[in-house]
């Protein structure tokens, strides 16, 4: 009888919430409809194609968003319905109950206080909301939140965003950090932020940064490979309250994402050139990017072409000239590391005398098939990481296929990247020659 007792209370509980959840939403719904800055939603569109858990706690189901199958499936692990998730327990005081539906009902109306996640180091990290001043410790992560429109909440930045990224403006901000170097923990206190984002390649010591930093939220969170931006984005939306941006971001990449994928997916390997990705690392050794390298190794994957450097180990390998040529790729591509032989102010003129000077500089490459056919290509670094890895991705592929993407201008897709996401017109040359039409 009294367990009989408890599900009906447990029942009541829970339909109690979901009219609670249901009422709540119906006026943000119609703020929706008058274009309400509060009508946000935890669903960014991303795509058919994504397979990832979204680590925010209230994502119940363990898929892709938060949304109200969350709060149903919370209330079926209520009801012994269903088993567990880690996820389930949004609020994050280990165990599920009928104020994680609460939570879970928040999240989804943008109306929480905190938020718990599970960062790109698997640290669960809870954050309080709103988060209205920001410091990323990384340039490039730097992009990706001003593309989302986060500028205003940012207070504090990476030295290499200024030597590297000024394009971008913030040039007032100041430097909290030496890119690979350290995090002068000092500058951030006295700016005292809401949240700090630390890049994946510094991990493992984010522990120790956050020691250094009581009080404040430290996460580790990339938004700069392909393999992790989406799910990155979707959670850099929800804590910098920029849900709906993000999704824009993310439905815009993954627009010309598919374009390649399915005009690609079905080559045959005879009909996919072979390519050597140097690594330009500015010194005399010679480095082929494979395809296990996270950024510019998988950027160049799926563009419908061979790279000469798989099953080598590593990320990057070094090689020699004698096996590049014996290899004798179809096509070339040279990664220009920093961004600064190419980019804003860059003219075709000087990539030209470039790619001279590369060439020139590797004796016995004319007989390889890339350079005998002028098929040896230069690309930015910044054009295949971050937000803009899908304009290298397009680049790839038109270079490797031109009669598949005649319809596709990876130069105009950078126009237009830069126009909508950050109100830019830039002159300057990040790849060269262009595609072929």
């Not at 919370?74 to 088993?83: F, G, K, M, V």
């Not at 390649?201 to 490979?225: F, N, R, Y």
Request: a negative charge.
């Amino acid at each position: 009888m009294k367990t009989k007792t408890k599900i009906v209370a447990l029942f009541v509980e829970i339909v109690v919430v979901l009219c609670g959840v249901f009422l709540a939403g119906l006026p943000v719904s119609a703020s929706a409809a008058e274009g309400s800055p509060e009508a946000t939603t935890a669903t960014a569109t991303a795509g058919a194609g994504d397979d990832f858990v979204l680590g925010i706690y209230g994502n119940a189901n363990e898929d892709d968003t938060i949304d109200m199958r969350d709060i149903t499936y919370a209330a079926r692990i209520i009801l012994w319905l269903e088993e567990e998730t880690e996820l389930a327990d949004a609020n994050n005081d280990g165990r599920v109950s009928v104020a994680d539906m609460t939570q879970i009902g928040l999240i989804i109306l943008g109306k929480e206080s905190e938020l718990t996640i599970v960062d790109s180091a698997d640290r669960i990290v809870t954050v309080k909301m709103p988060v209205e001043r920001l410091i990323p410790t990384d340039y490039r992560a730097t992009e990706a939140e001003l593309a989302i429109g986060a500028r205003d909440l940012i207070v504090g930045v990476d030295r290499a965003f200024h030597e590297r990224m000024a394009e971008f403006g913030l040039e007032d901000l100041p430097e909290v950090s030496e890119h690979s170097k350290f995090v002068d923990y000092e500058a951030v206190l006295v700016l005292e932020p809401d949240l700090v984002v630390l890049p994946t390649w510094q991990a493992g010591s984010a522990d120790d940064v956050a020691e250094h930093l009581p009080g404040i939220p430290v996460i580790v969170m990339g938004c700069t490979k392909k393999e992790t931006i989406v799910p990155d984005l979707k959670t850099m939306g929800m804590l910098l309250g920029k849900r709906d941006e993000a999704g824009a971001l993310i439905e815009w990449t993954q627009k010309y994402d598919g374009i390649v994928e399915e005009r690609t997916e079905d080559l045959e390997p005879e009909e996919m050139p072979t390519f050597y990705y140097e690594y330009m690392s500015g010194s005399k050794k010679w480095w082929a990017i494979t395809p296990e390298d996270s950024s510019a190794g998988q950027v160049a994957e799926g563009c419908g072409g061979r790279n000469i450097a798989a099953g080598q180990p590593g990320s990057k390998v070094e090689v020699q000239a004698e096996w590049v040529i014996k290899q004798n790729p179809d096509v070339m591509f040279c990664d220009l590391m920093k961004g600064f032989e190419s980019g804003p102010g860059k003219t075709e003129e000087e990539m030209q005398e470039l790619l001279e000077e590369i060439l020139a500089d590797r004796p016995g490459f004319e007989a390889v098939e890339a350079v005998k056919k002028n098929k040896v290509y230069l690309i930015d670094r910044d054009l295949i990481s971050g937000p803009r890895w899908v304009i290298g991705h397009c680049y790839f592929a038109k270079w490797l296929h031109p009669e598949l993407f005649s319809d596709i201008h990876p130069e105009e897709m950078h126009d237009e990247y830069l126009s909508e996401f950050h109100d830019l017109e830039l002159e300057g040359t990040w790849a060269y020659p262009l595609p072929q039409e």
